[in-house]
């Protein structure tokens, strides 16, 4: 359809990215999907296109092949107007503190992967004049834990990436998110017993993105504002006294 909005979403088999380009979808967007296994993530593409109608079209990408990045980003059929990364890995941080490979993984896959890639379609949304991108990081990069340092320093690289080119693009046209969800409901934290108040559905953190990167609400989203809150005391305990309480 001429004029219709282009959604890029990757990380196609997540909660979070199907609860996005859900919403997007709803918007009367087209959609353009990523997975590093296709196949796996068709469900949540025919999904998307039986309960919306939206002309959905997936696409295989695998974040950590960083010199395929900038072919893939030349190769869609379309520079999309709002490109939203999901991926991540949250990893086992006891088995990253002996395993340099799977900290390796971590590392790479939170920031260095989503960082490149953003990054290439920064440049191309800048010369382009338009287009809004979000970046889903972690409250757990605003300040390293003992259980969770590995993926949370991935998460603080990618926020401080996406804080840099947000101001850097401030008066290009292009719009730069941090989306920082707190505990949300998904595959990944199902193994996990999560505080009501603390965790949000899929659905919330999705239509935060949308807000926030079409009506420009956000720069930073704390998806339950309480989590702003939390972190801000977090942040101001004094380091002898943070290193004592075992978080
Ligand atoms: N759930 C939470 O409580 C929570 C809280 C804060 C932040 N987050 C962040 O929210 C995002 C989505 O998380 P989620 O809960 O929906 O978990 P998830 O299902 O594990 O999502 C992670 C996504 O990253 C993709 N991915 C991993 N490695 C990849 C690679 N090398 N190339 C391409 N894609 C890759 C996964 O694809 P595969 O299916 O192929 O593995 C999956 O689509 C993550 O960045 C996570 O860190 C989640």
Known sequence: MAGQKVLL??????????????????????ILLTARDPARAQRNADDLAARTGADVTMFSLDILALDTLATFVDALPVLPDTVVCVVGELGDQTRAQADPE??????????????LLLGILAERFAQRGHGSIAGVSSVAGDRGRSSNYVYGSAKAG???????????LARSGVRVVTVKPGFV?????????????????????????????????????????????????????PEPVFKRLRL
């Open 185 to 237: 409901r998904t595959r990944m934290t199902r193994s996990m017993k999560l505080p009501p108040i603390l965790t949000a559905n899929p659905s919330e953190v999705a239509g935060a993105i949308y807000e926030a990167t079409e009506r420009a609400t956000a720069d930073i989203i704390y998806v339950r504002r309480i989590w702003r809150l939390v972190m801000a005391v977090i942040c101001t305990i």
């Open 9 to 30: 979403l990757v990380g196609a088999t997540s909660d979070i990215g199907h609860a996005v380009a859900m919403r997007y979808a709803r918007e009367d967007w087209r």
């Open 158 to 168: 990618f926020s401080s990436f996406l804080s840099g080119l947000r101001n850097r």
């Open 102 to 115: 799977h900290a390796g993984l971590v590392m790479a896959t939170n920031y260095v992967g989503p960082s």
